[in-house]
């Protein structure tokens, strides 16, 4: 079971993003307030659930919550588009939260808040976990209205993510303008990944 948040002194948002690792498409980023006597049995790190499971938690997430918020940063450098998305939801918290639990080992923001960087915390802490289902499950949503403009990306299973069909899709049909720049899909590199 989840612990509800890391501290309990100050009002705390969990944060975390979804989408760093993919070929195409924005990172989405998540911020949740939970109230303090939250629990879901279901509630864990988005990658260990079922999209069933998601998609009923993020309905659920977003009518308990204190508050949420969910932002896409188009991902040109990847790492700092997941702090600027964090960032940004964060931001629009409405009541602000004192204090951040950030899934992963680093985080930089303009925000003034303390924060903690807590790896795999989206597996600890059901704020963070939380903010893992929105950040995830809007992604996928996205992707899958851009799989009806590009659908010979296999975008509908693979949410832009470097799968060996995807990889295939760029060496046969080239880049889209939502694929990620950053990233080198050079033939070299897709046959490295087979």
């Not at 501290?7 to 109230?35: K, N, S, T, W």
């Not at 790492?79 to 960032?87: D, I, K, V």
């Not at 990306?153 to 990889?167: A, F, I, L, M, Q």
């Amino acid at each position: 079971m989840l612990e509800n948040q890391y501290q309990y002194e100050f009002r705390e948002a969990g944060c975390d993003e979804a989408g760093r690792g993919c070929l195409a498409g924005p990172v989405f980023a998540a911020a949740v307030i939970l109230p303090p006597d939250f629990h879901d049995p279901l509630l864990n790190d988005s990658k260990q659930m079922t999209e069933r499971n998601r998609d009923r938690l993020r309905l659920i997430i977003e009518r308990e919550a204190v508050a949420w918020a969910v932002e896409a940063v188009s991902a040109v450098r990847i790492l700092n588009g997941s702090f600027e998305g964090m960032s940004l939801a964060v931001a629009r918290l409405d009541p602000p939260p004192e204090f951040l639990a950030i899934d992963g080992n680093r985080f930089r923001t303009r925000l003034e808040l303390p924060y903690r960087c807590v790896v795999k915390g989206d597996g600890k802490y059901a704020d963070i976990a939380a903010a893992s289902v929105l950040a995830k499950t809007h992604r996928d949503e996205y992707m899958l209205r851009l799989a009806e403009e590009y659908p010979q990306y296999g975008w509908k299973k693979n949410k832009g993510y470097p799968t060996r069909e995807h990889r295939l899709a760029i060496r046969e049909y080239g880049l889209t303008p939502h694929h990620r720049l950053s990233f080198s899909h050079g033939i070299g590199q897709l046959e490295l990944q087979f």
